[in-house]
């Protein structure tokens, strides 16, 4: 029990291989601390499995661009504030990053976010929310909710990424367009 | 001086080189008239200029998709196309460049190329029937066609050899077949549908689209590959436009003359005759004039009567042609943006593959006779649709992270289907157009200006269009199914705008007699959208294209009698 702090294996192996936000990748929006936090959610939400995950695919910068090209000021700000209650939390806990968290904490953060963004998907929404990760460990949640912001940008920047689409899921071929079976394809079409 | 041989005369001259354009300057250039094709579009150059072909997400700086603030800024109207994104963006014009005025919303969707909206078209080509022709007699509304369908006939079977449609022979008399190419294929869900929705409703067919892409080889052009996106142009030339077929096949005469960037400000006239085309270079800032014996306007519904209504003479105060008063008048349009959609959870052992440039088409079952007589509104309305399996897409609104979030969207989800209703919008006085006196462009050409509305019987309509999509979608076995009607997209924006230099017998209440042309002006002739009399449901280009076959080898043969 407690607030997991703790360096896993897992967790140093990666740093180590830098699967990290590269440093030396200028952002046109985010601060490096932002970078780094944004980049920990959503590989959290599309992490490296038998296929890389949003990290690999560089999503942060596809964020970082919808932010700095797209977003009004109010959804910046938004996002800004966000992430900075969320870097609160993490310092309170002693940790830089998402990935410092040891494996529970990081999940009870994630689900904490994911929850409170869609609630109508989660039959436990009081217990994940109110008396689990927020009023227990203090999960920052505020709204608008972070998720409903970074669900769709991780998922789009990951999907459109080259990994997403020819790695994760395949392109739909150049071919005279028939129904097939599913499992002739077996996946989703990119 | 021998007159005939200087630079800016011509034997004809066609303004615009989109859908209806690229069918007169091939027929005139192939009958061995030296031809001016005009366009206020800059030049494409096939295959080269089809910068984002092929493009994947990824090469692209905003992934593709997106609606940048620069875009607002400079199309604030263009962008509210569906074929409007980063991959199109370079194919519309700049609405700050191209001011028009709207007395009520209308959004005016202008491209700005060589070849017009031949290359953004959705490519749907549906004939008339003869019953729509019959339509304004009938019940009143505007004015008897000039022509019926059995003199369109040969000119549909003209332009579909040359275009080339893919689709299905259904002997439906609300729905001539075309002269087809094989069909496109449907996914298990749509044949699915196909097979609840005509069992329950046996007055109701659900067909492949008809549509002009090629699924075999025709006159040097490929058959599709199936990418996807034909709106950003085809090397393959697999469908049909102006720069795909007409184009080159007039350059290949020797005859033609194109000249992009010139923006076409009036008819010029004398005693009774055309004379030419003045027109503004877009480079220069200068008027040129050209000279011809003959000149087809072909500029789209808006771009004909926008020059049309700028060619004053004493003659015709109110813009060439215009002694009815009525050019600009009676504009019509469809009316769409309803319809339903539903989840289907069936068949979930089949996908498809390809990327099918086509979908399903319902053709027009209401008020076709007695019995399909409907109480609330006269005309009816047709349903583009079509099914396809929830993709990565879904992810971006549900639950779920982490490898089992990853594992969920790997899979595809639940069928989609919908049907989108287009419905004939009846003629009326009180839609038209009009120059402002107030806005030009920003080469001085004057603006038009919109005044056009739905009235009872498109509302009326709209209520049943909505209601039979979703209870189509219900006998399809679909769940979840929610019936749609965006009334606040504006007229316009589903394209198919026409009229306002109708076809009619009699010069008092109609521009163009049943050649397309002109009943003041002989040798002045207008084919594209502007000439219809009526709107009919059916997506209107391959009529266009038709009547334009036909006028121009009619004004061919008057021009050879010595009559023009």
Not at chain 2, 56 to 76: F, I, K, Q, T
Not at chain 2, 326 to 345: D, I, Q
Not at chain 2, 427 to 437: A, F, I, M, R
Not at chain 2, 506 to 534: I, Y
Request: with cysteine.
């Amino acid at each position: 029990m407690g607030l997991g702090v703790t360096l896993t294996p897992g967790t140093i192996a990666a740093i180590v291989s830098g699967c990290r936000p590269r440093d030396t990748a200028t952002f046109s929006f985010l601060t490096e601390r932002e970078a780094a936090i944004v980049d920990g959610l959503c590989e959290a939400i599309i992490p490296q499995t038998d296929t890389p995950g949003a990290r690999a695919s560089g999503v942060v910068h596809y964020v970082d661009m919808l932010l700095a090209e797209f977003s009004d000021d109010g959804e910046r700000s938004a996002f800004r504030d966000r992430v900075a209650e969320i870097a609160a939390w993490l310092d309170h806990n002693g940790a830089a990053t998402i990935d410092e968290l040891d494996a529970d904490t990081r999940d009870a953060l994630v689900r904490t976010l994911d929850a409170y963004a869609f609630p109508d998907d989660y039959r436990d929404v009081e217990d994940a929310v109110v008396s689990g990760g927020s009023r227990v460990q203090g999960i920052p949640i505020a709204d608008p909710p972070l998720f409903r912001m970074l669900k769709p940008w991780t998922v789009a920047g990951y999907y459109t990424s080259e990994v997403g689409a020819t790695q994760e899921l395949r392109l739909n071929p150049m071919t005279p367009y028939r129904d097939v079976p599913l499992l002739e394809v077996g996946r989703t079409w990119a | 001086m021998n007159l005939k041989s200087r630079a800016n005369d011509y034997d004809a001259i066609v303004v615009g080189t989109g859908m209806t354009g690229g069918w007169a300057m091939r027929i005139l250039t192939e009958a061995g008239l030296k031809t001016l094709a005009l366009d206020r579009g800059r030049m494409v150059e096939h295959g080269a200029d089809y910068v984002t072909e092929h493009r994947n997400a990824w090469e692209m700086p905003w992934r593709g998709g997106r609606v940048h603030s620069n875009d607002l800024e400079h199309y604030p109207i263009q962008q509210r196309t569906y074929a409007f994104s980063e991959y199109t963006r370079h194919w519309f014009v700049r609405d700050t460049d191209t001011p028009y005025g709207q007395d009520l919303p209308f959004d005016w969707i202008q491209p700005d190329m060589v070849g017009g909206k031949s290359v953004l078209w959705g490519r749907q080509s549906y004939r008339w029937s003869a019953p729509d022709f019959r339509s304004n007699l009938e019940d009143g509304h505007g004015v008897d066609w000039p022509i019926r369908y059995e003199d369109l006939e040969p000119w549909y079977e003209h332009v579909e050899r040359i275009v080339g449609i893919s689709g299905s022979a259904e002997a439906l008399p609300e729905l001539p077949d075309s002269i087809f190419q094989t069909p496109m294929a449907m996914n298990a869900a749509e044949k699915l549908a196909k097979a609840r929705i005509e069992e329950q409703h046996p007055d109701r067919h659900v067909i492949i689209g008809r549509v002009a892409v090629l699924t075999e080889p025709l006159e040097g052009r490929a058959p599709c590959h199936y990418c996807g996106p034909c709106e950003r142009g085809c090397s393959t030339r697999s469908y049909y436009s102006t720069l795909n077929s007409a184009l080159p096949a007039a350059q290949r005469t020797g005859n033609l003359t194109l000249l992009s960037r010139r923006i076409a400000h009036s008819v010029m006239y004398r005693d009774g005759r055309a004379t030419g085309v003045r027109v503004i270079n877009m480079e220069s800032g200068e008027h040129e004039e050209y000279t011809a014996r003959v000149v087809f306007l072909c500029a789209s519904a808006p771009g004909t009567l926008r020059v049309m209504l700028n060619s004053k003479s004493e003659d015709f105060p109110d813009g060439i042609a215009n002694s009815s008063g009525v050019l600009g008048k009676y504009f019509l349009n469809h009316h769409a943006r309803v319809g339903a959609s539903g989840r289907m959870e069936e068949v979930l052992d089949r996908y498809y593959e390809g990327n099918r440039p086509n979908g399903l088409f319902i053709p027009r079952f209401r008020n076709l006779d007695a019995s399909s007589r409907h109480p609330d509104f006269r005309r009816g309305y047709c349903f583009l649709g079509s099914a396809g399996r929830a993709g990565w897409g879904r992810g971006s609104s549900i639950a779920g992270f982490g490898a089992s979030f990853k594992e969920e969207l790997r899979e595809p989800g639940d069928w989609w289907i919908s049907l989108q209703a287009f419905g004939e919008v009846l003629p009326y006085e009180n839609n038209y157009v009009y120059l402002d006196d107030t806005m030009t462009d920003k080469w001085g050409m004057p603006s038009l200006r919109f005044h056009v509305r739905r009235f009872e019987n498109e509302l009326a309509m709209r209520k049943d269009m909505a209601a039979t999509a979703a209870e189509m979608l219900v006998a399809a076995g679909a769940v979840d199914v929610e019936q749609y009607d965006n009334e606040h997209i504006a007229p316009g924006n589903n394209n198919h705008e026409m009229g306002g230099a109708r076809m009619g017998r009699d010069p008092r209440t109609s521009v163009l007699n049943e050649w397309n042309q002109c009943h003041d002006v002989p040798n002045l002739f207008v084919t594209d959208g502007a000439c219809m009399t009526s709107a009919a449901c059916q997506n209107p280009s391959l009529t266009y294209m038709a009547l334009t076959a036909r006028a121009t080898f009619n004004a061919v043969e008057l021009l050879e009698n010595g009559a023009l």
